[in-house]
Structures are given as structure tokens and as C-alpha cells.
């Protein structure tokens, strides 16, 4: 899709991590010549997309050509050596702004990584750039008032999500191999879904947090995107200091997962249920089904609570900048931060114990499956002229209440569609970040086989 009558998206992901780390190790192509097509992407499609904020191609550059000589004499320091990444612009990129998408903190320059951004500099993968975000991460559209809006590369009309939309639309577009984002209720899983990418929130705390601008330390987490669940499970084993075999990936027996019933619990667009049902023809290839009921679970009124505790530990993080510079902040998130200041103990003390209790009774309803099957959100990317859809994260925020490990993946092959596919999570139980992304992995298998 390279439409040019300006409304037209540019959805065109590129070569899979894993396909281009074989194509490295043969030597059919080199990281410094894939950074400069990466480049020469971001030179023709990000000035409509807008979702690099600032970029370091000299360091970029030599750390590719040190890469080069790396793969050349068979010493590649990893399966991501020379592989392109962007980073969201709440975690901190050395020598870049680091402002989490908040125009008071413009001028801050991050001095050091961030240890996710170290571990995987370290590994040789090579960082782009610092990516648009929804303002202080606390929003679903990435239409940022101090940095522009950023686009879907399906549709330049159509939202990438949020809050970590520059990261998905940068995957999407092909300007990086992977990137780094943020989900606090959903922010990696339902910008890749929209952007018809791979998302993978990790088992909390399993990446570590050190150098993120944080808005909810209680939920946040930092998590890949990338085109596919293997290329997700190999940024992910690196980041975890694991080692990966030549397989790339976790190979996995027959599956037990369980099918998420949610009754009248959450609106769902009719396409969404659709083709969340007939899914079951491809999970059934590697896995065999249980349903497990929700439908008594208060989505909405669960994501709410966690979006108060987001509001009050968001408070908690900016009131000194805000009182300082009240202009750096939109009127939006200055009220939203208010709300969070004005509640009573008693209330923020509620909101933590639903949040709680939901983990607790959410682990158990799947602890006798390997995991279980979701849509990612209960709607498709909208219009930044219609209205924001309250329940976004309604089916995405209960991993993080939960700590579970999960990981988003299309529906169908966006390959030769009009219009981006649903996605579909895969949640496992905490520290089974393999499990989800195997089954991820299986069912893309299944998917594109049918």
C-alpha cells in the first residue's frame, strides 16, 4: 500500500528479523545495507507518518559497519547484530531527547541507555532513533499536541494507537526491523494490532524498567514490537540474557489453550467476533480448546481502576514539572494528572485492591491451560476524526493487572488485504513469556498455511 493521494497508507514491514540475520550470516546482504535502506524508508515515508522524532544515523552508521565485520568473520554477537531498532521516546536512547512525548521535558537528553536500549546495543543491534508516543504515555491515539500527530501506515486517516504508536507504525512502515514501546493497560498489543503487527507485553518486571520515563511503575512495562512472534521471542531472549539457538525460537508439543468467553462483558465489533470465531479452524491445527468464561469479569470497570492508578502514580511523576511549566503539558493530560491528584485515599486505596483481586482471580481461571486466546481489542484502528473508543484496552489491561506474559498477533495475513486485520493475544501465565509467544508463533504457522 504506497498510495500517494495523500490518504493512502504505507504499510510495507519488510524482512523478518530472523530471515534477515540468515541473510547476514550468508552474507546475501550486510547491516550497513540494510540500515541504509531502513534509512532511505524513513527519508520517503516518515515525513507523513511522523514517527521518528529525532534520529543518530552517524553513530547508526558505524555501529553497522562494526557489525559488518562482525557477521563477516562469523564473530556476530547475537541473532540481532547489525538488525535496526527504534525506541520509544519515554526510554532513554544516549545522546537523544528523552521527553516521553511531553513538550516540558523537550530539551532533556538522555546521558545514558536505558538498560533494555544497553542490552540491546551490547547484543550489536543498531538504534535509529527515539518514536512519537501519545503524550507522558497516558492516551490510545499518539495525535501528540507538542510533536505532531503520527499516522497508521495502513490509512494516513486512521490512528496507529497508543500509547506507543510511532513504535508499531515504524515496524509497520519498514523503517526499523523491531522497536522498542511501553504497555501500561495495553500500549504495545493494541498499537501492533492496529498497525497489523507482532506485540509482546512480557511477564512483569521480566524486562528491566531502569531508564523509562514511567508513568504507572505499578503496570508499565517495556515489551518489542516486530513483524513476526519468533522475531518478538528472539528480542525478547536477548533482552532476558538468554541465548537462542539456530531454530530461533522455542519449539513446543500439542497445546492446551483456553478460548476467552466474554459474553455481553465487553462491545465488540461484529468483524472482530467474526473472525475471532473463525480462528478456531487454525488453533485447532496445534492446540487443543477449552472455553473459559469471563463474562463475569467488569472489563470496563476494571480498566478504569487501573486508569485512576495510572493517573494517580502519573501525578506522583509530574507534579514538580508541572507546577514549573504548565504550558508543557496539554490541558488533556494536566486534567487527567488533576483527577488522579483529587481522589481520596480510600478510592486509590480501592483501585489498587480491584486491580489486585482481578490479577488474582485472573491467574486462576487459566492456571489449567498454556494459555489463553483473546482479541486484542474489541475494534479496529479508527478515524482521528471520530471518537476515541472508551473500551480499548478493556481485553488487553487484565494482563497487566495480572502480570501475564502476552503477545498480539494478526488474525489473518495482512499480506494482500485493503484494510488491517483483527488481532488475537495469546496470554500465558507469569514467567511463561515462551509459552505465549510459542503458541503466537504456532498460530501465525497455522494461519498462513490455511
Same mark, same amino acid.
Given at each position: 500500500?504506497?498510495?500517494?493521494?495523500?490518504?493512502?497508507? &504505507?504499510? =510495507? !514491514?519488510?524482512?523478518?528479523?530472523?530471515?534477515?540475520?540468515?541473510?547476514?550470516?550468508?552474507?546475501?546482504?550486510?547491516? =550497513?545495507?540494510?540500515?541504509?535502506?531502513?534509512?532511505?524508508?524513513?527519508?520517503?515515508?516518515?515525513?507523513?507518518?511522523? $514517527?521518528?522524532?529525532?534520529?543518530?544515523?552517524?553513530?547508526?552508521?558505524?555501529?553497522?559497519?562494526?557489525?559488518?565485520?562482525?557477521?563477516?568473520?562469523? $564473530?556476530?554477537?547475537? !541473532?540481532?547484530?547489525?538488525?535496526?531498532?527504534?525506541?520509544?521516546?519515554?526510554?532513554?536512547?544516549?545522546?537523544?531527547?528523552? &521527553?516521553?512525548?511531553?513538550? $516540558?521535558?523537550?530539551?532533556?537528553?538522555?546521558?545514558?541507555?536505558?538498560?533494555?536500549?544497553?542490552?540491546?546495543?551490547?547484543?550489536?543491534?543498531?538504534?535509529? +532513533?527515539?518514536?512519537?508516543? &501519545?503524550?507522558? $504515555?497516558?492516551?490510545?491515539?499518539?495525535?501528540? !499536541? &507538542?510533536?505532531?500527530? %503520527?499516522?497508521?501506515?495502513?490509512?494516513?486517516?486512521?490512528?496507529?494507537? @497508543?500509547?506507543? @504508536?510511532?513504535?508499531?507504525?515504524?515496524?509497520?512502515?519498514?523503517? %526499523?526491523?523491531? =522497536?522498542?514501546?511501553?504497555?501500561?493497560?495495553?500500549?504495545?498489543?493494541?498499537?501492533?494490532?492496529? %498497525?497489523?503487527?507482532?506485540?509482546?507485553?512480557?511477564?512483569?518486571?521480566?524486562?528491566?524498567?531502569?531508564?523509562?520515563?514511567?508513568?504507572?511503575?505499578?503496570?508499565?512495562?517495556?515489551?518489542?514490537?516486530?513483524?513476526?512472534?519468533?522475531?518478538?521471542?528472539?528480542?525478547? =531472549?536477548?533482552?532476558?540474557?538468554?541465548?537462542?539457538?539456530?531454530?530461533?525460537?522455542?519449539?513446543?508439543?500439542?497445546?492446551?489453550?483456553?478460548?476467552?468467553?466474554?459474553?455481553?462483558?465487553?462491545?465488540?465489533?461484529?468483524?472482530?467476533?467474526?473472525?475471532?470465531?473463525?480462528?478456531?479452524?487454525?488453533?485447532?491445527?496445534?492446540?487443543?480448546?477449552?472455553?473459559?468464561?469471563?463474562?463475569?469479569?467488569?472489563? @470496563?470497570?476494571?480498566?478504569?481502576?487501573?486508569?485512576?492508578?495510572?493517573e494517580v502514580e502519573g501525578y506522583a511523576a509530574h507534579s514538580a514539572a508541572m507546577a514549573e511549566s504548565a504550558k508543557g503539558f496539554s490541558k488533556a493530560f494536566r486534567d487527567l494528572m488533576d483527577w488522579g491528584r483529587e481522589q481520596s485515599p480510600e478510592k486509590v486505596e480501592r483501585a489498587y485492591a480491584a486491580v489486585s483481586s482481578a490479577g488474582d482471580e485472573f491467574r486462576s481461571r487459566i492456571a489449567n491451560v498454556d494459555a489463553l486466546v483473546l482479541p486484542t481489542a474489541p475494534q479496529g484502528p479508527f478515524a482521528f476524526s471520530s471518537p476515541t473508543p472508551s473500551n480499548q484496552a478493556d481485553f488487553t489491561a487484565i494482563a497487566n493487572f495480572a502480570g501475564?506474559?502476552?503477545?498480539?498477533?494478526?488474525?489473518?495475513?495482512?499480506? @494482500?488485504?485493503?484494510?488491517?486485520?483483527?488481532?488475537?493475544?495469546?496470554?500465558?501465565? !507469569? +514467567?511463561?513469556?515462551?509459552?505465549?509467544?510459542?503458541?503466537?508463533?504456532?498460530?501465525?504457522?497455522?494461519?498462513?498455511?490455511?
Open positions: 500500500m504506497n498510495g500517494s493521494d495523500g490518504r493512502q497508507g &504505507h504499510f =510495507s !514491514p519488510g524482512p523478518d528479523l530472523v530471515d534477515l540475520a540468515a541473510a547476514f550470516r550468508s552474507g546475501a546482504d550486510a547491516p =550497513s545495507a540494510a540500515l541504509e535502506r531502513r534509512l532511505a524508508r524513513i527519508e520517503a515515508v516518515n515525513p507523513v507518518l511522523n $514517527a521518528f522524532l529525532d534520529l543518530r544515523i552517524d553513530a547508526a552508521r558505524a555501529e553497522a559497519a562494526a557489525a559488518d565485520e562482525r557477521w563477516r568473520k562469523g $564473530a556476530a554477537l547475537s !541473532p540481532i547484530d547489525g538488525a535496526t531498532f527504534g525506541v520509544k521516546a519515554n526510554i532513554a536512547v544516549a545522546g537523544l531527547p528523552w &521527553h516521553g512525548g511531553i513538550g $516540558a521535558y523537550r530539551e532533556r537528553v538522555a546521558a545514558s541507555d536505558a538498560d533494555c536500549v544497553r542490552i540491546l546495543k551490547e547484543a550489536g543491534a543498531v538504534a535509529i +532513533g527515539i518514536l512519537n508516543m &501519545h503524550e507522558g $504515555a497516558l492516551g490510545a491515539t499518539t495525535d501528540n !499536541p &507538542h510533536f505532531g500527530r %503520527c499516522r497508521n501506515p495502513w490509512s494516513l486517516e486512521l490512528t496507529p494507537g @497508543g500509547s506507543s @504508536g510511532g513504535s508499531a507504525a515504524a515496524v509497520g512502515a519498514g523503517m %526499523c526491523v523491531f =522497536s522498542l514501546g511501553t504497555d501500561t493497560m495495553g500500549s504495545v498489543r493494541i498499537p501492533s494490532a492496529y %498497525c497489523s503487527i507482532v506485540g509482546h507485553k512480557p511477564t512483569f518486571n521480566a524486562v528491566p524498567t531502569a531508564g523509562l520515563m514511567e508513568l504507572s511503575p505499578t503496570l508499565d512495562h517495556v515489551g518489542p514490537h516486530a513483524t513476526s512472534a519468533r522475531a518478538c521471542d528472539v528480542v525478547l =531472549s536477548v533482552l532476558r540474557g538468554g541465548k537462542i539457538g539456530v531454530d530461533f525460537g522455542v519449539r513446543r508439543g500439542r497445546m492446551r489453550l483456553g478460548v476467552g468467553r466474554w459474553g455481553g462483558a465487553v462491545d465488540c465489533d461484529d468483524a472482530i467476533v467474526e473472525e475471532f470465531a473463525n480462528a478456531t479452524d487454525a488453533l485447532l491445527s496445534f492446540a487443543d480448546l477449552v472455553d473459559i468464561d469471563l463474562s463475569d469479569f467488569a472489563f @470496563g470497570a476494571l480498566r478504569r481502576q487501573g486508569l485512576l492508578i495510572s501475564c506474559p502476552a503477545t498480539a498477533v494478526p488474525l489473518t495475513r495482512p499480506a @494482500g488485504r485493503r484494510t488491517p486485520p483483527p488481532s488475537v493475544q495469546f496470554i500465558a501465565r !507469569p +514467567g511463561d513469556d515462551d509459552v505465549a509467544l510459542s503458541a503466537a508463533a504456532a498460530f501465525e504457522r497455522a494461519r498462513d498455511s490455511a
